[in-house]
């Protein structure tokens, strides 16, 4: 079974989709998708479905939710070579009645999401090593995996907006760490288009604006890399009530106290050295 989340969901069983085109069904299949390989908790999917107050007949519409998509899986199955360990695989193979719950069995297929995870944890470890051009590389990659907001086409309840929340965090996250080791191989200038875009779509986030000023500054735009420090705290005390953090500060005081030629450290230092003086 191959998975894709980032983006569109599609869920393919021996290459025919099985994303069914009514709403319900499609949540369902989706948190299944997402947990694939685990038991998703009956209760879980009625809270998806219809949040504090579902109906009374919401275990027996689930049924005939689970009941549709196995339709939709044994079509596919025909289709292809559906054997496992030379056993026939039926659609109660691949989702899974258990206690409590269901499962969608991937059967050792590809899922976007742990194509994500695993290349970003690579990353992540080439950039504690000090292996700025290898992380920047896998984290790239995984970056590419995504083809838009989690579950774009799909109309989440409480679950899936929690766990696209949850996504979005772990791209940002990916995506900060690929421009600070973008930074470290010196491709400032190569960043101020996307770091521009990212500044104006995340008007809070204190990273990705500390990392645009660094990029400014070391393009030899002080006063621009200045103003995007003034703009975000003026949005900070506006909106939140609260000044800028003293990483970010510092890299200001560092952009004023410096010039092109004798570069100001990156939030990223800046925040290590806080933490040690700390």
Known sequence: MDIDVLGALAVRENGVSITPTAAK???????LALHADQVVPVAALIEELWGEKPPRSARTTLQTYVLQLRGLI????EGGDAEEGGAVRTAKDVLVTLPG???????GGTSDVRAFDRLAGMGYRAMDAGDFPGAARLLREALALWSGP?????DGGVQLDMETRRLEETRLCALDQRIEADLRLGR???????LTVL????????NLHGQFMLALHRSGRRGEALSVYQ??????VRELGIEPSSALRSLQRSILMSGPENP?????TARKRLARVG
């Open 74 to 77: 044994a079509a596919a199955l």
């Open 150 to 154: 989690a579950f774009a086409d799909v």
């Open 231 to 236: 703009r975000l705290r003026a949005t900070l």
């Open 188 to 194: 400032h200038r190569e960043l101020l288009a996307e």
């Open 199 to 206: 500044a104006s779509r995340y008007r809070i986030h204190e």
């Open 25 to 31: 069904p499609r949540q369902v299949l989706a948190l």
């Open 101 to 107: 719950g269901y499962m969608l069995s991937s059967a």
């Open 264 to 268: 100001a450290e990156s939030p990223e």
